[in-house]
């Protein structure tokens, strides 16, 4: 089956780190561009991280200094590493698959096609 | 960065309903916009990308139109199991895929 899983979610206080996992099944995970997305409670989607196939890496600046996303493709993981934690962190983070498709007068369109289910993550005292 | 606009942020309608929801980026994206339908405690689901292109699976009565700035998802008849929340995301910028805020598409 086609799905990411992730995990490593938790409770964590201010100026922690954690460490999430997303595990991918049922395609070939070396080929495609992965993302970290998150969600506060009630609030809209925010991208936090990007990695291409060859490792390059990319953040906003709320989170750039602080997370690091990388990937393990003998493992079929894609990992993100947050350091010094805030409240503002307090999300549920989705990982999220990147395909792309040919279209005619466009070219080459990226989306995010294949999501997981999220892993929430709470900072707090 | 590119920011985008979603209107309205609250839409409430009747099954049967023919409903619009706008998604205005703050510079050109050329048709490198999705949409995406998400209900509570689920992930978001891909609808639309390419601005008008559906994805595999994805019911008829949605569609997408628009390019450049201003772009339309358009529902053409509502069903109970459309409400939820949809959310445009450009990806002109690689690889900084904004969303916009969401749309909450509730029952009247």
């Known amino acids: 089956e086609v799905q990411l899983v992730e995990s490593g979610g938790g409770l964590v206080q201010p100026g922690g780190s954690l460490r999430l996992s997303c595990a991918a099944s049922?395609?070939?995970?070396?080929?495609?561009?992965m993302h970290w997305v998150r969600q506060a409670t009630g609030k809209g989607l925010e991208w936090v991280s990007a990695?291409?196939?060859?490792?390059?890496?990319y953040y906003p600046g709320s989170v750039k200094g602080r997370f690091t996303i990388s990937r393990e493709n003998a493992k079929n993981s894609l990992y993100l590493q947050m350091n010094s934690l805030r409240a503002g962190d307090t999300a549920v983070y989705y990982c999220?698959?990147?395909?792309?498709?040919?279209?005619?007068?466009?070219?080459?369109?990226?989306?995010?096609?294949?999501w997981g289910r999220g892993t929430l993550v709470t900072v707090s005292s | 960065d590119i920011q985008l606009t979603q209107s309205p942020s609250f839409l409430s309608a009747s099954v049967g309903d023919r409903v619009t929801i706008t998604c205005r980026a703050s510079?050109?994206?050329?048709?490198?916009l999705a949409w995406y339908q998400q209900k509570p405690g689920k992930a978001p689901k891909l609808l639309i990308y390419?601005?008008?292109t559906l994805q595999s699976g994805v019911p008829s009565r949605f569609s997408g139109s628009g390019s450049g700035t201003e772009f339309t998802l358009t529902i053409s008849s509502l069903q109970p199991e459309d409400f939820a929340t949809y959310y445009c995301?450009?990806?002109?910028?690689?690889?900084?895929?904004?969303f916009g805020q969401g749309t909450k598409l509730e029952i009247k």
């Open positions: 999220a698959r990147v395909s792309t498709t040919v279209v005619v007068r466009l070219g080459l369109v990226p989306y995010f096609d294949l």
């Open positions: 049922g395609f070939t995970f070396s080929s495609y561009d």
């Open positions: 990695i291409g196939t060859a490792g390059d890496t």
């Open positions: 510079q050109g994206i050329s048709s490198y």
């Open positions: 390419a601005a008008s």
């Open positions: 995301q450009q990806l002109n910028s690689y690889p900084q895929y904004t």
